[in-house]
């Protein structure tokens, strides 16, 4: 028979880590006053918007554009009043019930793990750790498929981000565009985006999309520094002329109709080559080899070791 | 291969002449253009296929004399400051002459 035992001190323990979390929801901020609670203070009913809007189509059809302008503004800071309002408490059950699902998970997590340190029965210990690694598992799935495994913080910083901009923009556009150039489906279009941009999905896109834009402006940065010139002076100006004039006249003797000379280049190519750090194939013919000295001479020209090498092999070489 | 590619800002004239005779000499290249990058304190040199070897590029201050045949007068960063340059062709060196 197995023997099971927990100390005192160590149960205790495990039994208050999830009580310290559901602890936690009260702390996130001080209580809201009853004026900002009430419903009647923001809220704007279904058949009051619906009343409100028909006056608007009205003025604009009388070409009263003023009272028109007046109701379209009214209308639209009562939406983005509901919209802050429910962005508030979303916001603040968003951070405290992430952090309560986390501290409870770390709660079972450090349970299973202390009590798998002071169970003494095997098969018990081999139970409770493979416990603890399905439950850790599963916890890292549902963030990674419900969060992308992208920090409360972070989230709430984009979202808010991207609220205060577009909010910004309607205030300013509410406050010196007409009816005739942003009218109230305008403006609900722009309520419509506001709203979104506090949710979840579209502060995920967001981020992904800052994240892409960075890794493009990274790539294009290190693009730009592979491409760039390798700065030279004019004693690697003047090795590089060389190498050019030293394979001008070995091109012109291998191209040319004496059989003597091209070969001689060959044995002269093979011998800067090698000179240089490069391995021409046995078998390689003239051509090759002076296909193999260009490709030495591209090599040189984004190293200049490569190409103090080069400048020596042909220096060596003495072409005539 | 030919293009327009960025050149440190922060050279003598001398060093980026030999910079840009490198390009020319190493790659096969002919220097068609220098300029200003706009977006940073570099420049750009444009070059374009060149079969024949070239002489060495020489840049000088502006109206300052040099041997050569002048081929730009651009404004680029010379040690970091926008400078006007007169870029020279020098003549081609006797032993490429030769073949």
Known sequence: MTIVRIRGLEFAALCLLPLLACGCASNMGPKMPKELTAPSATLYPADTF?????????????????????????????VMADIESSYGSFEMKLASSRATQSTLADATTLGLTAATTVITGTDIKDILAATSTAFQGTWSSYDKNFF????????????????????????????????????WDAVWMDLVKFYYA??????????????????????????????????RTPEQAQQAVDIRGAYEKLAAAVNGSDTAKASAA????????????YTPGASDDEAALLADLRKAMADASTDNDKLAKLGQAIAAADVK | MAGTYPVDGKLSM???????????????????????DTT????????????????????????????GTKILSPNVYISGAKTDVDVYRLPTNPPAASS
């Open chain 2, 40 to 67: 940073q304190p570099r420049n750009q040199a444009t070059f374009i296929n060149q079969s024949n070897q070239l002489g060495k590029l020489a840049i000088v201050a502006k109206g300052a004399a040099s041997p």
């Open chain 1, 266 to 277: 060959a044995t002269t190519l093979r011998k800067i080559l090698t000179d240089a750090g």
């Open chain 1, 50 to 78: 619906k009343s409100d809007l028909d006056k608007y189509r009205a003025a604009v059809t009388g070409g009263d554009l003023k009272t028109a302008l007046a109701i379209r503004n009214q209308m639209a800071y009562r």
């Open chain 1, 148 to 183: 992308m495994q992208k920090s409360t913080e972070a989230l709430i910083a984009q979202m808010r981000a991207t609220r205060r901009t577009l909010q910004a923009q309607l205030i300013t556009s509410l406050g010196t565009r007409d009816v005739t150039s942003y009218p």
């Open chain 2, 14 to 36: 001398q060093d980026l002449a030999a910079t840009l005779t490198s390009k020319e000499q190493l790659e096969f290249m002919q220097l068609t253009g220098l300029a200003i």
């Open chain 1, 198 to 231: 506090g949710t979840v999905p579209s502060a995920m896109v967001e981020l992904a999309s800052n994240a892409g834009t960075q890794a493009n402006q990274a790539t294009e940065k290190l693009n730009n520094a592979v491409a760039a010139l390798t700065p």
